[in-house]
């Protein structure tokens, strides 16, 4: 019962490195999402998939692009990190389903210098 | 802009006794509501979620949701120093995106 996974847990970049952060699911989901966390400012959306095939900007896209690259996986990459980006970032998923919670994978620490 | 509010807290109580913990938020066609609860350096974890006016009781948590007053609260029976976390309240307002507006979240502390 993985759940959600992210890959990796923890990642230290140089400003002006690119990277992916990966994220799969195996509850048969719908719709997927990425949320950055910083101190103070919650659980904020970069970007979403309501369904396989779409994607769509969420509060704070910009620096970011996303992939829905089959039901499962939805893949989140960085392609010129700024140190504005350190953050901690979640992953989860629900069915296509209002009364459905999200589920949320362990997270990515990332550090940008 | 839809937004959910909490107070920040941290809110301090000691063992045993009830937490309360409060939501409001400002979409009048919300539809469902949703308790996280967020240990340090951990993932939010679903605690309880509520689709109606009412009380829904699970163990020691029960969720309150007045939607006249746009109003969510968590109680914390017999509260515990394990429930020392962050709770984040997160709204759905419908629509074919099924995204959470997610509060900025109440520190809670226990003490023993």
């Known amino acids: 019962n993985a759940g959600v996974t992210q890959t990796p847990k923890f990642q230290v970049l140089k400003t002006g490195q690119s990277m992916t952060l990966q994220c799969a699911q195996d509850m048969n989901h719908n719709s997927m999402y990425w949320y950055r966390q910083d101190p103070g400012m919650g659980l904020r959306l970069i970007y979403y998939?309501?369904?396989?095939?779409?994607?769509d900007k969420g509060e704070v896209p910009n620096g970011y692009n996303v992939s829905r690259l089959n039901k499962r996986e939805f893949s989140l990459r960085l392609e010129s990190a700024a140190p504005s980006q350190t953050s901690v970032y979640f992953c989860a998923s629900t069915l296509q389903d209002s009364n459905q919670p999200q589920h949320f994978g362990d997270g990515t620490r990332l550090s940008i210098l | 802009q839809k937004e959910v509010e909490q107070n920040s807290g941290p809110l301090s109580v000691p063992e045993g006794a009830i937490a309360s913990l409060n939501c409001t938020y400002s979409d009048r066609g919300s539809q469902s509501f949703f308790w996280y609860r967020q240990y340090s350096g951990k993932s939010p974890e679903l605690i309880m979620s509520?689709?109606?006016?009412g009380d829904k009781e699970d163990g020691r948590f029960t969720a309150q949701l007045n939607k006249a007053s746009q109003y969510v609260s968590l109680l914390i029976r017999d509260s515990q120093p394990s429930d020392s976390a962050t709770y984040l309240c997160a709204v759905n307002s419908g629509g074919s995106n099924y995204k959470l507006t997610f509060g900025k979240g109440t520190l809670l502390t226990v003490n023993p």
């Open positions: 998939s309501a369904s396989e095939g779409t994607t």
């Open positions: 509520i689709y109606s006016n």
